[in-house]
Nanobody, 116 residues
Framework: QGQLMESGGGLVQAGGSLKLSCTAS????????MGWYRRAPGKQRELVAR????????YLDSSVKGRFTISRDNAKNTMYLQMNSLKPEDTAVYYC?????????WGQGTQVTVSS
């Protein structure tokens, strides 16, 4: 089973932008759909965005449509989440994995904090 490493989080003011990266080890990345998840304080983990193995976006949560863009580079075993027009409600720890069956061990995630 491969490993995942999320990065790119930080503290940003409302309206700002961040770009998250998810880098995977192992050989299954390029043949699997991938997803970005987040867990806000006191809430369950939720799927935010999903991308097919070929790079097509096939899910964006309604709360992020028009603001977040998911993409991937299979040659680098890396997936990205460009987050624009960030809102305080986007504050969460962001994770990546293969939806709906998690084929990787969960990484540590990357904290995104949006101040008002």
């Amino acid at each position: 089973q491969g490993q995942l490493m999320e990065s790119g989080g930080g503290l940003v003011q409302a309206g700002g932008s961040l770009k998250l990266s998810c880098t995977a080890s192992g050989s299954i990345f390029s043949s699997n759909a991938m997803g970005w998840y987040r867990r806000a304080p006191g809430k369950q983990r939720e799927l935010v965005a999903r991308i097919t193995s070929g790079g097509s976006t096939n899910y964006l949560d309604s709360s992020v449509k028009g603001r977040f863009t998911i993409s991937r580079d299979n040659a680098k075993n890396t997936m990205y989440l460009q987050m624009n027009s960030l809102k305080p409600e986007d504050t969460a720890v962001y994770y990546c994995n293969t939806p709906p069956i998690f084929k990787y061990s969960w990484g540590q995630g990357t904290q995104v904090t949006v101040s008002s």
